[in-house]
């Protein structure tokens, strides 16, 4: 037994350096993008705790992931800190997944190298990283024989990472009560069950109104949501791409965007199939069918209010998805409505495992795939535009744009400030309030330029978007409109082809007509 557990430790080092190997690499090839570098640049221009949670107020998250960039920042200001803690983070979730995880080996490896754990939860350096590794924490106390009294730790931690760790932090205590009334065979009353655990659940509660405090948004807060039944909808025919991830396969590059023109009631319907098929397949333990319905409408009720659903956020439909198979295939059964017969049993577990094996080998080939295309193209073109911008002639100028998010991470890669056209003023990351104004047209940005002329020979100006066909993005912002005012605008450079569609940038120089004239 000794020597059992010596070798699966061993092959667990293995894979876990294996993977911490790619993902150095991974990461060396990889061009933060606005959404990474947004957070670095609070937690590296916060000068005290106080100040960092000012800054983080139009965030819409909890202050643990920025807690732990500010940790770093005070260490170095480089972002591959930032980029080094992402992937110890995962790193440690691979190694804890493939040590106490109660699947195959083969579906170890295919979810240690999946979409999810190798590119977006690691080498994209993001808060949610540290959702898979708090889940993964749960299930292992949550599975182990003899459970301490700490698990509200890691659900309280988890809380605090995110609305959907609130999310996920409500179903696993659930989940844990339930447990704990079976263990009493359901003899004790509601009340009684509450009261044996009111420790664990006044902490793990503390830890979600504290998470619920952080988030929810100022008065003057640009963040928001409303639900509705369109939106949910919506938001639940994603279940399919959560699992199988097949969007990325017909067109790479347009990652932010709708990768396809499939009809929502088809995707709907497709993932309604899915919901109903996962359910049948749990159906021989009644916590895994808890766990996954519970968890699965927590997710959809709250990104259909958000209505966020980019792949890092309908993410959390897989994390459930495991979390529930994880419960289902542990060595404690909880069977449903006394199913006895074996053979209908065995039926099950055959078709669970063919099922998960489909959808863990989705999840690796789009994770290969992702992952190899990040390191043949620029994710984001921000850092050549940086390096160009600050090896030019005209790098003491001062630097406006639009759109103010895309361009934002100059200011970390010049270390200056912006002048952002949207809340006329210098500034780093971007405070999503009602200061940033709705909509830029024309002559907002040439009374920006002009204002910035005022004491400069000229403006460098970075456009996301193309002057002549800028009208896709601003209603009349065109080159014949610019051409029109006091501004004369030259194209000093284009900055295209990255895997983020709205992270090609266009450099313009922006000079007075009465200069141009005179030269």
Same mark, same amino acid.
């Given at each position: 037994m000794h020597i059992n557990n010596q070798k699966k430790w061993i092959e667990t080092l293995i894979i876990s350096s294996i993977f911490l190997a790619v993902s150095i690499v991974g990461i060396l090839h990889h061009e933060p993008w606005r959404d990474e570098i947004q957070a670095w640049l609070i937690a590296l221009h916060s000068h005290s705790i106080a100040e960092l949670y000012n800054n983080c107020l139009y965030e819409g998250h909890p202050m643990l992931w920025h807690l732990l960039l500010y940790a770093v920042s005070s260490i170095s200001d480089n972002i591959a800190g930032m980029q080094v803690l992402s992937v110890c983070i995962t790193t440690t979730s691979v190694f804890l997944f493939y040590q106490y995880s109660p699947f195959s080996r083969i579906q170890k490896i295919l979810f240690s190298f999946g979409y999810l754990t190798l590119f977006q939860y690691n080498i994209v350096s993001r808060s949610y990283g540290l959702v898979l590794l708090f889940s993964i924490l749960f299930l292992i106390w949550f599975s182990s024989q003899q459970q301490n009294k700490w698990g509200w730790i890691i659900l309280f931690l988890l809380a605090n990472v995110s =609305?959907?760790? $609130?999310?996920?932090?409500?179903?696993?205590?659930?989940?844990?009560l339930l447990r704990n009334w079976d263990n009493y065979q359901f003899k004790i009353n509601i009340f009684t069950l509450l009261q044996k655990n009111w420790g664990f659940i006044f902490f793990t509660f503390l830890g979600i109104?504290?998470? =619920?405090?952080? $988030?929810l948004p100022e008065k003057n807060n640009t963040i928001g949501g409303d639900f509705s039944i369109s939106r949910f909808i919506q938001t639940w025919s994603t279940i399919f791409d959560a699992y199988t991830w097949m969007q990325y396969w017909p067109e790479i590059n347009n990652w932010s965007g709708v990768f396809w023109n499939q009809s929502t009631t088809i995707l709907g319907v497709t993932s309604i199939l899915l919901f109903v098929l996962c359910c049948l397949l749990l159906s021989v333990n009644y916590l895994a069918i808890f766990c996954y319905t519970i968890g699965t409408l927590g997710i959809a009720l709250l990104l259909s209010t958000t209505m966020m659903i980019s792949a890092r956020f309908i993410g959390h439909f897989f994390i459930v998805l495991i979390a529930s198979f994880w419960i289902v295939n542990s060595k404690k059964k909880h069977p449903t409505l006394q199913i006895n017969k074996k053979l209908v049993i065995d039926h099950i577990d055959i078709f669970r495992t063919s099922f998960l094996n489909l959808v863990l080998t989705c999840q690796f080939a789009t994770g290969v795939w992702v992952y190899a295309i990040d390191i043949r193209k620029s994710f984001s073109k921000i850092q050549e535009v940086a390096s160009f911008i600050k090896h030019s002639p005209h790098g003491n100028l001062p630097i406006t744009g639009i759109l103010d998010y895309t361009i934002?991470?100059?200011?970390?890669?010049?270390?200056?400030?912006?002048?952002?056209?949207?809340?006329?003023?210098?500034?780093n990351f971007i405070k999503w309030n009602t200061q940033r104004r709705g909509s830029i047209n024309p002559e907002t940005l040439?009374?920006?330029?002009?204002?910035?002329?005022?004491?400069?020979?000229?403006?460098?100006?970075?456009l996301s978007t193309f002057l002549p066909t800028?009208?896709?993005?601003?209603?009349s912002l065109n080159a014949d409109s610019l051409g029109d005012s006091k501004i004369h605008f030259t194209l000093l450079q284009k900055f295209e082809g990255a895997l983020v569609k709205d992270e090609n940038f266009y450099v313009y120089l922006a000079k007075s007509t009465k200069q141009t004239d005179d030269k």
């Open positions: =609305a959907s760790g $609130i999310v996920l932090s409500l179903t696993f205590i659930s989940l844990h109104l504290l998470s =619920a405090w952080q $988030i934002s991470p100059l200011s970390y890669y010049l270390a200056k400030n912006i002048f952002y056209v949207e809340t006329q003023s210098y500034g040439n009374s920006t330029c002009d204002f910035l002329m005022q004491k400069n020979a000229g403006v460098v100006v970075v800028a009208v896709n993005l601003f209603t």
